[in-house]
Structure formats: structure tokens, C-alpha cells
């Protein structure tokens, strides 16, 4: 079975380079106008609840059924929601969190560990579901903190947390070969579906 591991368009807190966690910020204009149809029709997606995500899937997929995830949402960032690091620079909760390799908890947030436990959690019964079913493909289109959190627990090559982020509208295509023996999922390519600019 392949798995599509996808990221949401762009947003205007993408733009501006603001931490989104959980707010639910839709789509910018040129974010939509960004986005083309992907080049294959599932059945159904698996998507975060919040917009930025389901705008993404109904444009990139207009056929296919949304099931909506809780689990999928991205991180919650408490009170650093809203805001970017220049803005931050000088917070002394943002500076601490920051020097801990943003690994503790933002103060009325998640830590790292309790989001890549979320979200691996789901994504894990995602895919065991889809394997008993005998499914030839799996969607799911959520977040970078998403992908950064599943690609560092389970893809195969390893890389760090931070470099499996991809970019708006983009994702990974992973094979689960592995993923009754091992638990791992080796990398078949990286897929955007962005306008070609």
C-alpha cells in the first residue's frame, strides 16, 4: 500500500511566518490560487479538522469523501499562537522554549512528545485499518507538524525532526512494505501538488 502524506496550502500566517498551531486560519488567496488537482482520484481523504487542511483536500481532491481527524491537528503552540519569532524575540517563555530546542511545553501548549504521540497514535491506526482492508492507497492531509512528527518516528531513510517538513501543498509518498515486521515506512518520492511557478 502507498501512503500520501500531505501538507495544507499556504496560508497568510505562512506568509508572515506566524505560528498557526490550532487557530483555525483558512487558505490566503494565493495560497488557493497555488493549488492544482492531484493527479489521482481516492475514495477518501483523511484530513486535520481545521480549514487550511479541508480547503486543501477539496481542491486537490474534489471528488473524494473528508473524513476529519482530531488527532491530525496540528500542535498546539498555546501563547505563541499568532505570533512570529521577531515579535517574539524578546519573550522570555519563547526564548526558554527555543533553547530547549522547542522540545518543552509552550506555556498553555503541548510539548513535542505529547504532540508526536497524538499524532503518530493516529496515524499508526490509520494506516493498520487501511492494511486489514486491503487498500491500495492512503490519504492524509494534515500538517508539517504532522509529517515532521510521523516522518522522524517511522520513515526509513532516518532524518531529523525538522527536515521532513515539506512544503506548502506538498508531502511524502511512503511504502509500508516494512510496516507489519518493522513499523517503518520507507520513502518512494516527495509529491507537490503547487502550481508550477
Not at 506568509?15 to 493527479?39: H, N, T
Request: some cysteine.
Amino acid at each position: 500500500m502507498k501512503i500520501y502524506l500531505l501538507r495544507h496550502g499556504q496560508t497568510l500566517y505562512n506568509e508572515q511566518k506566524r505560528y498557526q498551531g490550532q487557530r483555525d486560519i483558512p487558505l490566503s488567496e494565493k495560497g488557493r490560487a497555488a493549488l492544482r488537482q492531484a493527479d489521482f482520484s481516492p475514495r477518501e481523504v483523511y484530513v486535520s479538522p481545521l480549514s487550511r487542511a479541508v480547503e486543501t483536500a477539496r481542491i486537490l481532491f474534489p471528488d473524494a469523501r473528508l473524513i476529519p481527524v482530531e488527532a491530525l491537528r496540528e500542535m498546539c503552540f498555546g501563547i505563541f499562537e499568532g505570533r512570529n519569532y521577531v515579535e517574539m524575540e524578546h519573550d522570555a517563555d519563547y526564548r526558554a522554549w527555543v533553547g530547549e530546542d522547542c522540545l518543552g511545553r509552550c506555556p498553555g501548549g503541548e510539548n513535542r512528545a505529547e504532540f508526536s504521540a497524538r499524532t503518530c497514535s493516529a496515524f499508526a491506526g490509520l494506516v493498520d485499518r487501511a492494511l486489514a482492508q486491503q487498500r491500495e492507497e492512503l490519504v492524509i492531509l494534515a500538517h508539517g507538524g504532522t509529517q515532521m512528527a510521523v516522518m522522524e518516528r517511522y520513515a526509513r531513510p532516518r532524518r531529523d525532526y525538522y527536515s521532513w517538513c515539506a512544503g506548502n501543498a506538498a508531502g511524502f509518498v511512503l511504502d509500508t512494505g516494512r510496516w507489519h515486521s518493522e513499523q517503518v515506512l520507507d520513502l518512494v518520492r516527495e509529491v507537490s501538488y503547487a502550481k508550477e511557478e
